[in-house]
């Protein structure tokens, strides 16, 4: 296996009240001198689950009121082509994928209450694969489509 990438993480203050971050990461894994016992080479091959690249940014606002603050945050993800597993069956292959979350919570003193929504665009993207033989198909289990819901906490 060879590996090489990097990785660059970025947390920033904007404002008083405002927070971004950003997260880049390229990671090139391939297969090298991996030859099963049937002989069939799987050179060049990326292992399960590592997409190239890896792209996150996210900004947060705080909105001081009453006796708490009013957060708004909004997160966004993409990460490029990869496989679920060692040898590309069919059908463990997830495209070039991008979902979005956002919250909106009051925090007080004692207790919390929010709103959040997660995979805001419904995008299907594979969590996990199961091969099904060689050359496949697969079976692949799939994230939680768009979700949303309250939540409530309290401090004590």
């Known amino acids: 296996m060879a590996i090489k990438g990097d990785q660059l993480?970025?947390?920033?203050?904007?404002?008083?009240?405002d927070q971004a971050n950003l997260n880049i990461a390229?990671?090139?894994?391939?297969?090298v001198d991996v030859v099963d016992t049937g002989g069939v080479s799987y050179d060049?091959?990326?292992?399960a689950y590592a997409p190239d690249w890896v792209i996150e940014?996210?900004?947060?606002h705080n909105i001081p009121l009453a006796a708490?603050?009013?957060?708004?945050?909004?997160?966004?993800?993409?990460?490029?082509?990869?496989?679920?597993?060692?040898v590309?069956?069919?059908?463990?292959?997830?495209?070039?994928?991008n979902k979005g979350d956002a919250s909106l919570t009051y925090d007080a003193t004692t207790w919390t209450v929010g709103a959040w929504i997660k995979n805001m665009t419904n995008r299907a993207v594979i969590a996990a694969t199961a091969a099904a033989?060689?050359?496949?198909?697969?079976?692949?289990y799939l994230e939680d489509p768009r979700t949303?819901?309250?939540?409530?906490?309290?401090k004590y």
Request: glycine share 12%.
């Open 9 to 17: 993480d970025v947390l920033t203050k904007i404002f008083t009240d």
């Open 88 to 97: 590309h069956n069919k059908g463990t292959e997830q495209v070039a994928s």
């Open 44 to 47: 060049g091959l990326a292992p």
């Open 57 to 60: 940014g996210g900004y947060t």
């Open 68 to 86: 708490g603050t009013l957060r708004a945050h909004i997160n966004w993800r993409f990460e490029s082509k990869w496989w679920a597993d060692y």
């Open 26 to 31: 390229y990671s090139h894994a391939r297969n």
């Open 133 to 140: 033989g060689v050359p496949g198909p697969a079976t692949a």
């Open 148 to 154: 949303f819901g309250l939540r409530f906490s309290i």
